[in-house]
Protein backbone atom coordinates (compact mmCIF):
# COMPACT_ATOMS: atom_id res chain seq x y z
CA UNK A 1 0.00 0.00 0.00
CA UNK A 2 2.68 2.40 1.13
CA UNK A 3 4.76 1.52 -2.07
CA UNK A 4 1.78 2.05 -4.90
CA UNK A 5 2.06 5.63 -2.57
CA UNK A 6 5.48 6.04 -3.81
CA UNK A 7 6.06 5.99 0.23
CA UNK A 8 9.69 4.17 1.45
CA UNK A 9 9.06 2.44 5.04
CA UNK A 10 11.94 1.88 7.06
CA UNK A 11 12.33 -0.23 10.32
CA UNK A 12 14.61 0.96 12.79
CA UNK A 13 14.30 -1.01 15.85
CA UNK A 14 16.11 -2.02 18.88
CA UNK A 15 15.09 -5.90 18.04
CA UNK A 16 17.68 -8.49 17.02
CA UNK A 17 17.98 -8.99 13.47
CA UNK A 18 16.31 -12.28 12.93
CA UNK A 19 12.84 -10.57 14.35
CA UNK A 20 13.55 -7.42 12.65
CA UNK A 21 13.79 -9.83 9.66
CA UNK A 22 10.80 -11.62 10.25
CA UNK A 23 8.23 -9.01 10.80
CA UNK A 24 9.58 -7.25 8.09
CA UNK A 25 8.05 -9.90 5.51
CA UNK A 26 5.36 -10.32 7.42
CA UNK A 27 4.61 -6.25 6.67
CA UNK A 28 5.89 -6.54 2.92
CA UNK A 29 8.52 -4.21 3.76
CA UNK A 30 10.93 -4.60 0.93
CA UNK A 31 14.89 -6.27 1.27
CA UNK A 32 13.50 -7.87 4.42
CA UNK A 33 17.39 -10.16 4.26
CA UNK A 34 19.20 -7.08 4.17
CA UNK A 35 19.93 -5.73 7.43
CA UNK A 36 22.04 -2.67 8.77
CA UNK A 37 23.07 -3.57 12.85
CA UNK A 38 23.54 -0.88 15.44
CA UNK A 39 27.27 -2.26 15.56
CA UNK A 40 27.54 -2.59 11.49
CA UNK A 41 26.00 1.25 12.08
CA UNK A 42 28.85 2.17 14.63
CA UNK A 43 31.41 1.36 11.71
CA UNK A 44 30.17 3.14 8.84
CA UNK A 45 30.93 6.86 8.09
CA UNK A 46 28.43 8.93 6.59
CA UNK A 47 29.49 8.11 3.23
CA UNK A 48 29.17 4.50 3.39
CA UNK A 49 25.73 5.33 5.18
CA UNK A 50 24.24 7.56 2.24
CA UNK A 51 24.91 5.07 0.03
CA UNK A 52 23.88 2.16 2.17
CA UNK A 53 20.51 4.04 2.85
CA UNK A 54 19.20 3.54 -0.24
CA UNK A 55 19.13 -0.18 -0.65
CA UNK A 56 18.68 -1.13 2.82
CA UNK A 57 15.51 -1.00 5.01
CA UNK A 58 15.74 -3.00 7.84
CA UNK A 59 17.56 -1.82 11.40
CA UNK A 60 18.46 -3.48 14.00
CA UNK A 61 19.99 -3.88 17.43
CA UNK A 62 19.48 0.01 17.35
CA UNK A 63 20.04 2.74 19.86
CA UNK A 64 18.34 5.70 19.89
CA UNK A 65 21.65 8.30 18.73
CA UNK A 66 21.98 5.48 15.75
CA UNK A 67 18.10 6.39 14.89
CA UNK A 68 18.56 10.32 15.50
CA UNK A 69 21.30 9.38 12.63
CA UNK A 70 19.53 7.77 10.48
CA UNK A 71 16.18 10.16 10.40
CA UNK A 72 19.34 13.10 9.99
CA UNK A 73 20.54 11.05 7.16
CA UNK A 74 17.44 10.53 5.48
CA UNK A 75 16.81 14.09 5.43
CA UNK A 76 20.43 15.48 4.26
CA UNK A 77 18.82 13.11 1.06
CA UNK A 78 16.34 14.86 0.37
CA UNK A 79 13.62 12.70 2.03
CA UNK A 80 10.87 13.81 3.28
CA UNK A 81 11.19 11.92 6.90
CA UNK A 82 8.21 10.70 9.45
CA UNK A 83 8.92 8.82 11.97
CA UNK A 84 6.60 6.59 14.38
CA UNK A 85 8.12 5.51 18.04
CA UNK A 86 6.44 5.03 21.05
CA UNK A 87 9.64 5.01 23.60
CA UNK A 88 11.60 7.65 25.72
CA UNK A 89 14.76 6.32 23.13
CA UNK A 90 12.88 7.59 19.89
CA UNK A 91 12.14 10.89 21.22
CA UNK A 92 15.61 12.53 19.53
CA UNK A 93 14.39 11.31 16.37
CA UNK A 94 10.94 11.76 16.66
CA UNK A 95 11.63 15.72 17.29
CA UNK A 96 13.88 15.66 14.38
CA UNK A 97 11.56 14.16 11.65
CA UNK A 98 9.93 17.02 9.87
CA UNK A 99 6.64 14.83 11.35
CA UNK A 100 7.50 13.25 14.69
CA UNK A 101 4.32 10.50 15.03
CA UNK A 102 4.08 8.94 18.67
CA UNK A 103 1.90 5.92 19.72
CA UNK A 104 -1.06 7.26 21.27
CA UNK A 105 -2.10 4.07 22.97
CA UNK A 106 0.91 2.39 23.99
CA UNK A 107 3.76 5.64 23.93
CA UNK A 108 5.14 7.26 26.51
CA UNK A 109 4.67 11.29 27.34
CA UNK A 110 7.89 11.58 26.44
CA UNK A 111 7.32 10.14 22.88
CA UNK A 112 4.08 11.90 22.93
CA UNK A 113 5.87 15.59 23.47
CA UNK A 114 8.45 14.82 21.36
CA UNK A 115 6.24 14.37 18.37
CA UNK A 116 4.01 16.59 15.84
CA UNK A 117 1.19 14.17 15.84
CA UNK A 118 -0.42 11.25 18.09
CA UNK A 119 -1.76 8.44 16.65
CA UNK A 120 -4.57 7.55 18.89
CA UNK A 121 -5.22 4.02 17.49
CA UNK A 122 -1.38 2.79 16.97
CA UNK A 123 -2.56 1.51 13.90
CA UNK A 124 -0.21 2.04 10.75
CA UNK A 125 -2.30 1.82 8.46
CA UNK A 126 -4.12 4.94 9.55
CA UNK A 127 -0.81 6.93 8.51
CA UNK A 128 -1.11 5.88 4.96
CA UNK A 129 -4.75 7.09 4.71
CA UNK A 130 -3.60 10.33 6.21
CA UNK A 131 -1.42 10.42 3.17
CA UNK A 132 -3.65 9.62 1.21
CA UNK A 133 -6.76 12.16 2.35
CA UNK A 134 -3.68 15.20 2.79
CA UNK A 135 -2.45 14.56 -1.05
CA UNK A 136 -6.29 14.69 -1.98
CA UNK A 137 -6.70 18.08 -0.28
CA UNK A 138 -2.98 19.21 -1.53
CA UNK A 139 -4.13 18.79 -5.25
CA UNK A 140 -7.95 20.18 -4.70
CA UNK A 141 -5.99 23.34 -3.48
CA UNK A 142 -3.46 23.15 -6.57
CA UNK A 143 -6.93 23.31 -8.69
CA UNK A 144 -8.42 25.94 -6.83
CA UNK A 145 -5.50 28.08 -7.42
CA UNK A 146 -5.20 27.36 -10.91
CA UNK A 147 -9.31 28.55 -11.43
CA UNK A 148 -7.94 31.84 -9.15
CA UNK A 149 -6.57 34.97 -10.87
CA UNK A 150 -3.31 35.29 -11.37
CA UNK A 151 -2.40 37.70 -8.57
CA UNK A 152 -4.47 35.97 -6.28
CA UNK A 153 -2.21 36.57 -2.80
CA UNK A 154 -4.11 33.06 -1.55
CA UNK A 155 -1.90 31.44 -4.53
CA UNK A 156 1.12 32.88 -4.70
CA UNK A 157 1.52 32.29 -0.52
CA UNK A 158 0.34 28.51 -1.16
CA UNK A 159 2.89 27.82 -4.09
CA UNK A 160 5.93 30.07 -2.33
CA UNK A 161 5.00 27.48 0.95
CA UNK A 162 3.72 30.85 3.58
CA UNK A 163 1.41 30.80 6.01
CA UNK A 164 -1.55 32.43 4.27
CA UNK A 165 -4.90 33.97 5.04
CA UNK A 166 -7.34 33.38 2.70
CA UNK A 167 -10.09 35.71 0.78
CA UNK A 168 -13.49 34.52 1.42
CA UNK A 169 -14.24 32.44 -1.59
CA UNK A 170 -11.33 30.28 -0.97
CA UNK A 171 -12.30 30.44 2.90
CA UNK A 172 -15.54 28.30 1.72
CA UNK A 173 -12.97 25.58 0.39
CA UNK A 174 -11.96 24.94 3.14
CA UNK A 175 -15.73 24.45 4.97
Known amino acids: MCYSADIKVVMITGDY ?3 AQTIA ?3 GLKNPDKVI ?3 EL ?9 ARIKEVNVFARVVSEQKLILVNTLKAEGQIVAMTGDGVNDAPALKSAHIGIAMGEHGTDVA ?10 DNFS ?5 VRLGRKRFDNLKKACISRPPGCH ?3 SFWAGKRW ?11
Do not use: H, Y
Open 25 to 27: RQI
Open 165 to 175: SCCPSTSCFWN
Open 112 to 121: REASALVLLN
Open 154 to 156: CCR
Open 37 to 39: TGK
Open 17 to 19: PIT
Open 126 to 130: SIVSA
Open 42 to 50: EQMDATTLQ
